[in-house]
T-cell receptor
Framework: GAVVSQHPSRVICKSGTSVKIECRSL??????MFWYRQFPKQSLMLMAT?????????EQGVEKDKFLINHASLTLSTLTVTSAHPEDSSFYIC???????????????FGPGTRLLVL | GQNIDQPTEMTATEGAIVQINCTYQ??????LFWYQQHAGEAPTFLSYNVLDGLEEKGRFSSFLSRSKGYSYLLLKELQMKDSASYLC??????????WGAGTKLIIKP
């Protein structure tokens, strides 16, 4: 099956610093990638949809200046959490849609997630 | 608004059968997905239903009734490793996934 990687898998940082998380589709092209956040014992919350070569679409309530998304190529999207604070501590998961899958049968492939802890 | 409902938690016995229900109200419908998520890990794909009926895949089966806005995931011959959260998600008319809150399944020996 299709593989999506995320780096780093775990990061601890000080409050006020910025953290970059990479999401890569390893064996397929992904014109669209999704960034989710999941707090303990809660479901996935879509933060933004990342489109290759264009601006990301953010969900209501997600600050685009705080969560910078760059989808520079068909296999790479990055999420930068700027000026991170303890309340940003969460599990960040990306997923990628296979561009060639097409139609209603498109399946999202999930990365393994990045656990962010802001002290 | 869009809404996905599934039970918060269920408990079952090893070797038994469990059915996890999901009801949905969404703007359009392009299929329903079930994912398994172990604690601290990303979700993994289990099944996809777009037509009414039952899809069987080994010990797992998924059923869909579009007229009722209803699906269930059936797990047979439960194993301890099946202890996880099971997420129901519906793809709406914009091909976006709308997620349920997940059902935590606890398997007891």
């Amino acid at each position: 099956g299709a593989v999506v990687s995320q780096h780093p898998s775990r990061v601890i940082c000080k409050s006020g610093t910025s953290v970059k998380i990479e999401c890569r589709s390893l064996d397929f092209q992904a014109t669209t990638m999704f960034w989710y956040r999941q707090f303990p014992k809660q479901s996935l919350m879509l933060m933004a949809t990342s489109n290759e070569g264009s601006k990301a679409t953010y969900e209501q309530g997600v600050e685009k200046d705080k969560f910078l998304i760059n989808h520079a190529s068909l296999t790479l999207s990055t999420l930068t959490v700027t000026s991170a604070h303890p309340e940003d501590s969460s599990f960040y998961i990306c997923s990628a849609r296979d561009s060639l899958a097409g139609g209603a049968l498109e399946t999202q492939y999930f990365g393994p997630g990045t656990r962010l802890l802001v002290l | 608004g869009q809404n996905i409902d599934q039970p918060t938690e269920m408990t079952a016995t090893e070797g038994a059968i469990v059915q996890i229900n999901c009801t949905y109200q969404t703007s359009g419908f392009n299929g329903l997905f079930w994912y398994q998520q172990h604690a601290g890990e990303a979700p993994t794909f289990l099944s996809y239903n777009v037509l009414d009926g039952l899809e069987e895949k080994g010990r797992f089966s998924s059923f869909l009734s579009r007229s009722k806005g209803y699906s269930y995931l059936l797990l047979k011959e439960l194993q301890m490793k099946d202890s996880a959260s099971y997420l129901c998600a519906v793809m709406d008319s914009n091909y976006q996934l709308i997620w349920g809150a997940g059902t935590k399944l606890i398997i007891k020996p």
